[in-house]
């Protein structure tokens, strides 16, 4: 499936058949203490959408970086969480919360590299890669 189709099928129509809830996922917040984060991590959330394990984390004092194709998606995660955010146009468009470290750009994943976001200390990827056409994961 194309980018724009998951855009056009699923963000649009606000149909979202995966199973999104505004919470942190069971198993980041069971095995937090195990994963060993440094405070003020910064940590990477790949095909993000509408997570809420990007608020936890980052109440949590770590700094988020999410990626994301759908501009649907990422107004739409703001908005439910009611953060305040400015939107920045360089090479992509860039959200930033205005009182969480919360950096949302918006992005085919594969259009981005070390040089446009940076380094990271970790990376929270709960489904994104399962969702990533097999031939393109080696990517």
């Given at each position: 499936m194309e980018l724009?189709?998951?855009?056009r099928l699923f963000?649009?129509?606000?149909?979202?058949?995966?199973?999104?809830?505004?919470k942190p996922h069971?198993?980041?917040?069971?095995?937090?203490?195990?994963?060993?984060?440094?405070?003020?991590?910064?940590?990477?959330?790949?095909?993000?959408?509408?997570?809420?394990?990007?608020?936890?984390?980052?109440?949590?004092?770590?700094?988020?970086?999410?990626?994301?194709?759908?501009?649907?998606?990422?107004?739409?995660?703001?908005?439910?969480?009611?953060?305040?955010?400015?939107?920045?146009?360089?090479?992509?468009?860039?959200?930033?919360?205005?009182?969480?470290?919360?950096?949302?750009?918006?992005?085919?994943?594969?259009?981005?590299?070390?040089?446009?976001?940076?380094?990271?200390?970790?990376?929270?990827?709960?489904?994104?890669?399962?969702?990533?056409?097999?031939?393109?994961?080696?990517?």
């Amino acid at each position: 499936m194309e980018l724009k189709d998951w855009d056009r099928l699923f963000w649009k129509r606000n149909f979202i058949p995966w199973d999104f809830v505004p919470k942190p996922h069971n198993h980041l917040l069971r095995y937090d203490n195990e994963i060993g984060l440094k405070r003020n991590s910064r940590i990477f959330v790949p095909l993000c959408g509408m997570s809420g394990d990007m608020i936890w984390l980052a109440n949590k004092g770590h700094e988020i970086v999410g990626i994301e194709y759908s501009e649907v998606a990422i107004r739409k995660f703001f908005n439910i969480n009611k953060l305040e955010h400015q939107i920045y146009k360089t090479d992509l468009q860039v959200y930033k919360a205005n009182n969480l470290n919360i950096t949302i750009y918006q992005s085919n994943i594969f259009n981005v590299d070390e040089g446009i976001l940076g380094k990271f200390d970790a990376i929270w990827d709960r489904a994104a890669f399962t969702s990533i056409p097999s031939q393109d994961r080696t990517r």
